[in-house]
Nanobody, 123 residues
Framework: QVQLVESGGGLVQAGGSLRLSCAAS????????VGWFRQAPGKEREFVVA????????YYADSVKGRFTISRDNAKNTVYLQMNSLKPEDTAVYYC????????????????WGQGTQVTVSS
């Protein structure tokens, strides 16, 4: 059984920081990737950032580049999303996604999804 569990969401003032965690169980994704997506009310889900597990290669959406940092802990099979300089427009439910296929693009191909964690940034 594969399970992804996000945690770390909450309410923060604009300019503040949060760190999200995505703990994976059931399998490792050493040949694949783990990413973060978000969905605000009334909007479609959008890509935020992803990391290729084996190499550490990352790709960030322009909207978060320079503010968010993704990292991984192989021993814990966990991925983190450090979010700094948060803006109200970052408010969304953040989802962790993973795949075990070595696809070239980090933007798609995710097979497993977490339940999401709410991030709310007040102005």
């Amino acid at each position: 059984q594969v399970q992804l569990v996000e945690s770390g969401g909450g309410l923060v003032q604009a300019g503040g920081s949060l760190r999200l965690s995505c703990a994976a169980s059931g399998r490792t994704f050493s040949n694949g990737a783990v990413g973060w997506f978000r969905q605000a009310p009334g909007k479609e889900r959008e890509f935020v950032v992803a990391i290729r597990w084996s190499s550490g290669t990352t790709y960030y959406a322009d909207s978060v580049k320079g503010r968010f940092t993704i990292s991984r802990d192989n021993a814990k099979n966990t991925v983190y999303l450090q979010m700094n300089s948060l803006k109200p427009e970052d408010t969304a439910v953040y989802y962790c996604a993973a795949r075990d296929r070595p696809l070239t693009s980090l933007l798609a191909g995710y097979d497993y999804w977490g339940q999401g964690t709410q991030v709310t940034v007040s102005s």
